[in-house]
């Protein structure tokens, strides 16, 4: 049992760890309860523990351990049960005198409090105490990479939450109460608090004076979400300042300070999209603060050659010194995208589109775009596999994950110190973008990127990511910003005037094939191209000898890009009915098989009519030629009954097809 001296000791020590920790805890109780009244109830009932218990602490860091431990235990206990929450007698303990926040701190912590509950106490800890990532990790009982995430999506949250109006409202405040100079920074933060309100003030102030238009927040979401098919979106430029990703949809310049997307070209508008094509390629290139693209034809003559390509018709040139002043104009929406990136200018002098890019068809310029695209080419980027072989992005057996994908090139760089870097992207699923470089003494590090442009609508209570699936997707509670999802297409329908194409295209829509069998998601359009080989009449019966191409397309802005296909050689019985499409309903569909059945099995359906197996074994250019042609047709059919905005269709490494 204690004597009353030793209970009056154990007061003073109190009195003295009082004064000493109240702010830190009542902020932290202020930030997981929301309600002043209750924070100070907390804190109140929080150090009567303290003086019940006289736990002994062996030093500072013990005790506030202790204390933030105690508080989110006390808050979470309230928070579960608040309807029972209890009122302290502290007759024991003075008037709380000391002013917790002064005023640059309590606009940041307005910020704090609008994030979920483990995010809060991941900022508080960071920012307000100073604790390392390591040492919140083993106070919060979570993983370094969990608090590291959960700090990633505080911070986005913070930069994605405010509007313009009310994040204007801060930064004036801000601006004008303390001038961001002499600060009063509590003494246990160490100056985080100070660079916490100095990079959100920042970030919203950047995002206030550079605005993207409603146009290019479209373009970045389409470019983000463009579905992965074999490669991650080409890493096409880095410096310090910046990061730029590009496919066959758009261009996004990545500012790395920020964390958020800074300005977007649409490549589409461009004509500068052909990243996977044959005959035609898009080259990208950073040259110091100049951005250059251009067309390179006749690629396929020059593979393993010395010789040059001829001169590129036209270039673009973006100057990223100037983004940022980079501001959205007043009439950028009632720009057209030819004024917008200056297509059709033969003017000597350079046309400028908003501060930064510029377009050129001068022959000199043009030859000195393509000389510094050679020296790039050759020196300055490399195979991503084999610069990142045994990387942690790999698996065991230097084979990447599943539903993950990495840039086909990887760049070398070098930064503001003169250090030599190389990086590569890495994608999973669909929109969790990150950059890997590997430093000068071959360690990894990762950089997660921020590719949303549009409000984080999730609720999620904890924002602990752990439990991320690879699909960019969640699993349980656990949520990550995403951008929109796609429209679905119009079903395909034909509407054209030959009987026996119209009769074997609604087969094979209600067939399995029509269905969904090569769909993969609701986006997506079945569009089939069947290849009528020829016709006999069979009494008041139609023999139809064919091959059933079946397409599945995804839209990529003006362009339809093939997702899978294949073909099905048959023979069709069609007999009339009236009230069917095109007046013939299939009464008879005799498929080949697969693999060595591929070749008997035509021959089989085939017997009796010779020379009619010849038509399905026959690969020349012709009947390739043919099988397009009807794909073009239907696909145009398809582009004008539902009046689409599509100009091209697309297989994966093939030219875009015209369809108007």
């Known amino acids: 049992m204690n004597t009353n001296e030793d209970f009056y000791s154990g007061i003073a020590e109190c009195k003295t760890l009082y004064e000493q920790y109240y702010t830190m805890v009542y902020r932290l109780s202020l930030l997981l309860l929301k309600h002043p009244q209750d924070a100070e109830d907390a804190a109140q009932t929080i150090f009567l523990k303290v003086m019940e218990k006289q736990p002994v602490f062996t030093d500072e860091q013990h005790t506030r351990a202790w204390l933030l431990t105690v508080t989110r235990n006390y808050c979470r206990d309230v928070q579960r049960s608040f309807w029972n929450k209890k009122r302290t007698d502290m007759e024991h303990l003075p008037e709380q005198t000391v002013t917790p926040f002064d005023k640059q701190e309590s606009l940041l912590f307005e910020i704090f409090q609008t994030l979920p509950q483990k995010q809060r106490e991941v900022v508080y800890l960071y920012y307000f105490e100073d604790y390392s990532i390591k040492e919140i990790a083993k106070l919060l009982e979570r993983n370094e990479s969990t608090v590291q995430s959960q700090l990633f999506a505080a911070r986005k949250r913070m930069k994605k939450q405010f509007s313009a109006t009310k994040a204007a409202a801060l930064i004036i405040c801000l601006a004008f109460t303390l001038g961001f100079g002499g600060m009063a920074v509590d003494a246990a933060s160490g100056g985080r608090t100070a660079t916490a309100i100095h990079e959100v003030s920042e970030k919203i102030q950047a995002s206030i004076h550079r605005l993207l238009s409603d146009e290019d927040k479209q373009i970045a979401n389409e470019t983000v979400t463009l579905p992965v098919h074999v490669y991650a979106s080409d890493l096409v430029g880095i410096n310090d300042d910046y990061i730029l990703l590009a496919n066959e949809r758009g261009l996004l310049i990545y500012d790395r300070s920020r964390e958020e997307i800074t300005a977007v070209l649409d490549l589409q508008q461009m004509e500068c999209n052909y990243l996977n094509a044959n005959s035609i390629a898009t080259r990208i290139f950073l040259d110091g603060d100049k951005l250059y693209l251009f067309n390179e034809t006749g690629i396929e003559q020059r593979q393993g050659k010395e010789e040059s390509a001829s001169l590129p018709e036209f270039a673009y040139i973006c100057d990223l010194s100037m983004l940022s002043a980079q501001t959205v104009p007043e009439d950028a929406e009632s720009a057209s995208s030819e004024q917008k990136y200056n297509i059709n200018s033969t003017s000597d002098k350079k046309p400028n589109n908003s501060g930064y890019l510029t377009y050129t068809t001068d022959i000199e310029e043009l030859r000195s775009i393509r000389d510094l695209w050679v020296n790039y080419e050759q020196n300055h980027i490399y195979d991503t596999f084999d610069s990142f072989y045994g990387s942690d992005f790999l698996n065991e057996d230097n084979e990447k994950y599943y539903d993950m994908s990495y840039s086909r090139y990887s760049l070398s760089w070098t930064d503001r110190s003169g250090i030599n870097m190389l990086s590569c992207l890495v994608v999973y699923g669909q929109t969790d973008y990150e950059l890997y470089t590997k430093q000068a003494d071959g360690t ?56 026996v194409l119209a009769t074997v295209c609604a087969y094979m829509m209600e067939s399995d094939e029509g269905q969904g069998y090569y769909r993969s998601s609701e986006a997506s359009v079945y569009i089939p191209a069947p290849v009528i080989y020829d016709v006999k009449q069979i009494d008041d019966d139609l023999m139809v000898f064919c091959n059933l191409w079946s397409y599945v397309y995804y839209q990529n802005g003006n362009t339809l890009e093939c997702e899978s296909g294949g073909e099905s050689p048959a023979r069709l019985r069609l007999h009339p009915d009236a009230d069917a499409l095109g007046g013939y309903q ?26 009619m197996a010849d038509k399905y074994f026959n690969y020349d250019e012709s009947t390739i030629d043919t099988r397009e042609s009807i794909r073009t047709t239907l696909i145009r059919m398809y582009v004008q009954d539902n009046d689409l905005n599509i100009k091209y269709y697309k297989d994966y490494g093939w030219d875009p097809v015209p369809v108007s």
Do not use: M, W
């Not at 949303?452 to 699909?471: A, I």
């Not at 299939?586 to 020379?611: L, M, S």
């Open 444 to 499: 990894l590090a990762c950089e997660k990127l921020d590719l949303t442009v549009t409000e984080n609508n999730d609720s999620d209570p904890s924002g602990d990511h752990s439990g991320q699936t690879t699909d960019g997707q969640t699993s349980g509670d656990q949520t990550v910003g995403t951008t929109e999802t796609p429209d679905a297409l119009p079903t395909f329908s034909y509407t054209g005037e030959d009987a």
């Open 586 to 611: 299939v009464i008879e569909d005799i498929r080949t098989g697969d693999g060595a059945d591929y070749y008997e099995g035509i021959k089989e359906f085939c017997k009796g009519y010779p020379g």
